[in-house]
């Protein structure tokens, strides 16, 4: 699906879904009652832009806004059927708690990949990936400030004595990968880091937040770590997100035209 | 909170509120309309027997049942107003979206403490510590199976070469606890590394998963993780939590009379 829509649309832009009510346009401004509306307005004018949709579930749960979310992802579901919707969850539980996440995430909200913390180990991922055409996308290493504090210590006991985050990415990439469910998120921050996740993990999808106004480059960000064949098709695919530098490009009236454009500017960016 | 609940009820056991729809007794059996009808009739009876209450999150919002938590979380602060509720959220993001969390949990619930992952560092964390009278109580070693994956292994690079988990109590101990709010999760499967996690962090309460229908036992979890001054006045406490063997103790329309006596059963049993 998601090489399919890189195609279709000639994007690697996925436009975050993390609504503020503060930051909503003209006179939605600061009604929480209004995240649907905006976000979707944001999805119709950029529906044939984006390789993913990312909603963060945070700014809906915050305000008991979780029926505007189900509204949300049915609306992106008609308006762009064939465009996958990754939630933004960062889940990280065990067996039957997880299995609840799970049935949140894929059949409340009907998402196509939910993002997911590997802290608990391989049995809090497990119940996701039964569902099958379900994907999982594992945080693997963070471009925040305290992304160091664990991610970027080294493992005396295993062999290579990888960083933890590269021993993640070895396991996305291979023992828990079943069924080529699983993808990896990785700050746009650091593009050397991109560039090691992606020569261990060759071929998972790449989520990388970070772009736009987090400051991330958008071409050093493909380059790190997107991968193709001879021929120019897929190999290694990068889901690169940009959330504010969109949503809130304009604070007015204008907010739908003034966020197309700014998606039209990043996938062009990203579009090497 | 914690240590006057401990003190009035005598009590270190916190029954877990994990209601799966299809484990409801009786004429409720299958329907999550009944979540709320269920979990606050365990809190009338286990009201005095308890020193805190953590409800997981995850079982009300696969069935769209945020309301019910709702009103659960008012009806516990009512009914127990000085007993602590626990929210079991495992919550883990940045900034603005720790944020958004955070709201949720301290402000719409209206939790005492919420459980967080501490896997992308500091900053995922502090935005919960700015709620003052707060607390977060960190993951730290669980006690699934895939609880070794990234918690046991030994960091190269961390002074002592400790674990995963063994630096994540000192950082909750020391550098990472701020005005005291700061607690640490750690399961009743290995009482040697509960012992462990104490040794290191001697004061942060540890929330104890694991003890009832996961099959750690009581009184060593206690041995392993409480810890008191000459005159046996808690300096390390522990929060032991039961949740199926309690609320399941019967199937049928006593169950609230039986999960009363598992809960006294179990109770006494913590109280060395």
Redesign the interface.
């Known amino acids: 699906m998601l090489l399919a829509a890189e195609q279709r649309h000639r994007s690697r832009l996925c436009v975050g879904l993390?609504p503020?009510p503060s930051r909503l346009p003209g006179r939605w401004r600061g009604d929480p009652a209004h995240l649907y509306d905006f976000c979707a307005a944001i999805v119709d004018a950029t529906a044939d832009l984006v390789i993913a949709y990312k909603p963060?579930i945070?700014?809906f749960?915050?305000?008991?806004a979780?029926g505007q979310l189900?509204r949300l992802m049915a609306h992106i579901r008609v308006t762009a059927p064939d465009v996958p919707i990754i939630l933004d969850a960062?889940?990280?539980?065990?067996?039957?708690?997880?299995e609840?996440?799970a049935?949140?995430a894929f059949?409340?909200y009907g998402a196509d990949a939910v993002t997911l913390?590997?802290?608990?180990?391989?049995?809090?991922?497990e119940p996701y990936l039964r569902y099958h055409g379900k994907g999982v996308f594992l945080?693997c290493r963070?471009s925040?400030?305290?992304?160091?504090?664990?991610?970027a210590?080294?493992?005396?006991?295993?062999p290579g004595?990888p960083r933890?985050y590269e021993?993640?990415a070895a396991?996305a990439q291979g023992p828990w990968n079943r069924n080529g469910q699983m993808g990896l998120v990785v700050g746009a921050t650091y593009p050397q880091e991109i560039e090691r996740v992606r020569a261990i993990a060759p071929t998972v999808p790449l989520l990388i937040p970070g772009v736009g106004a987090q400051g991330g480059d958008a071409a050093t960000t493909v380059r790190a770590g997107w991968r193709g064949d001879a021929q120019g098709r897929t190999t290694g695919p990068v889901v690169v997100n940009s959330s504010r530098a969109i949503l809130y490009a304009s604070g007015d009236d204008g907010f739908a035209v003034a966020a197309r454009a700014e998606a039209q500017r990043t996938r062009a960016a990203l579009w090497l």
Chains 1, 2 share one sequence.
């Open positions: 993390d503020e963060q945070a700014y749960a915050a305000h008991g979780e189900e960062k889940r990280g539980d065990i067996g039957s708690t997880a609840q996440y049935k949140e059949e409340r913390s590997p802290f608990m180990g391989f049995d809090s991922v945080l963070t925040n400030p305290g992304g160091d504090d664990l991610q210590r080294r493992l005396a006991d295993v004595e933890l021993h993640i396991l």
